[in-house]
């Protein structure tokens, strides 16, 4: 439902709700409508790009996760020689899909790299929603676990949103829990920890001097994983922040008001170069596999050949905001560690 269609379908919602009184809150709240992104998708294959035309400044998030990482290694190792323990973070992998197993892979191999102690635990793709509960209750109790991680998305027949309200706020490492959410959204209060995707967003745009104060945002998506909790970030940072999702109208001219833009929707190169302000700085948090002549291939939300001649900075899909996500994971576990173990940088 889209334009017009959506709102009849509120407006006789709204009705029966206020005539019985029975759901008050559904027209405050607004309709709970699917994210289906209906724009004329762009063509995956990648042209032949000129060097000679290029004006961006690449952004380079591997260079930068290396200095993050580095000082990471350096405080888990104080914190081993002062304490004799160490950052410890539990994943919790249910089902076997191959893209969840990669991403457990590549977190645990980043914790071995900075001596963060890991544990995974593995669950069946059948597995009932109590015994997910009930694992993810025990790790809670659990003194040697800072953090944990449930990798989504979870099997259809789990509440997923009960499960990630069940992790304590204190080992919620991933940032999702309503508590820390919340606390991201009121102005004056700090959450325990801040979703690592968007804080790796932030910490981007900080390392590679960008302004952010004053400034026009535009973040394409609003997930709860990525979209809301930048929006609500780059607020934070005093950014005048736009939302363009599903149904919005005319996104490319919302788009060309940005001196800053975010993209993270799942759709392989679908921001233009002429969705882009010239000069503004593109985040592209995309992450998809296209079919290519080799195989497959990953390439983000943003048309890289057409953003570098049109915007003042850009980051690479893969080898932008990727590598400093996971870096934000391994921070956000070595925090949770510091205030268990009231351990303290001189």
Not at 9 to 16: L, P, V
Not at 325 to 331: H, K
Request: proline share 7%.
């Amino acid at each position: 439902m889209r334009g017009v269609g959506w709102w009849r379908w509120w407006a006789a919602n709204s009705r029966a709700s206020h005539s019985s009184y029975s759901s008050p809150s559904l027209p405050l709240l607004g309709p709970n409508l699917p994210e289906v992104w209906s724009f004329p998708y762009p063509s995956t294959s990648r042209p032949q790009s000129s060097a000679s035309l290029q004006t961006a400044r690449v952004m380079d998030g591997k260079s930068i996760a290396r200095s993050i990482r580095s000082g990471i290694a350096c405080e888990v190792n104080r914190m081993k020689e002062a304490t004799g323990k160490s950052p410890g973070l539990a994943l919790v992998l249910v089902g076997k899909r191959r893209d969840s197993q990669t991403f457990i892979r590549v977190k645990l191999k980043a914790c071995c790299e900075v001596g963060i102690t890991t544990l995974v635990e593995e669950l069946p793709e059948e597995c009932m929603e109590d015994e997910l509960l009930r694992v993810v209750s025990r790790l809670n109790g659990d003194p040697s676990v800072h953090g944990i991680i449930v990798q989504l998305p979870l099997p259809k027949h789990i509440n997923e949103e009960k499960i990630l309200d069940v992790i304590s706020p204190e080992k919620d490492v991933d940032g999702f829990h309503p508590l820390n959410m919340g606390n991201l959204a009121m102005k004056g209060r700090e959450p325990l920890f801040i979703p690592c995707a968007p804080k790796s967003c932030i910490e981007l745009l900080l390392r590679s001097n960008v302004e952010i104060i004053g400034k026009r945002a535009v973040v394409i998506g609003r997930s709860k994983i990525v979209g809301l909790p930048t929006s609500l970030l780059l607020q934070r940072h005093h950014a005048t922040v736009s939302t363009v999702h599903a149904f919005t109208r005319n996104p490319e001219q919302i788009t060309r008001e940005a001196d800053i833009l975010v993209a993270d929707i799942g759709i392989p190169n679908i921001v233009r170069g002429n969705w882009l302000k010239p000069g503004a700085v593109v985040v592209d948090m995309g992450t998809n596999q296209v079919k290519d002549s080799s195989g497959f291939r990953i390439t983000g939300d943003v048309y890289y050949e057409e953003a570098i001649k049109v915007a003042s900075a850009v980051t690479p899909v893969p080898g932008g905001v990727g590598p400093i996500t996971i870096s934000m994971l391994l921070s956000n576990t070595l925090d949770s560690a510091k205030r268990a173990l009231r351990f303290t940088t001189k």
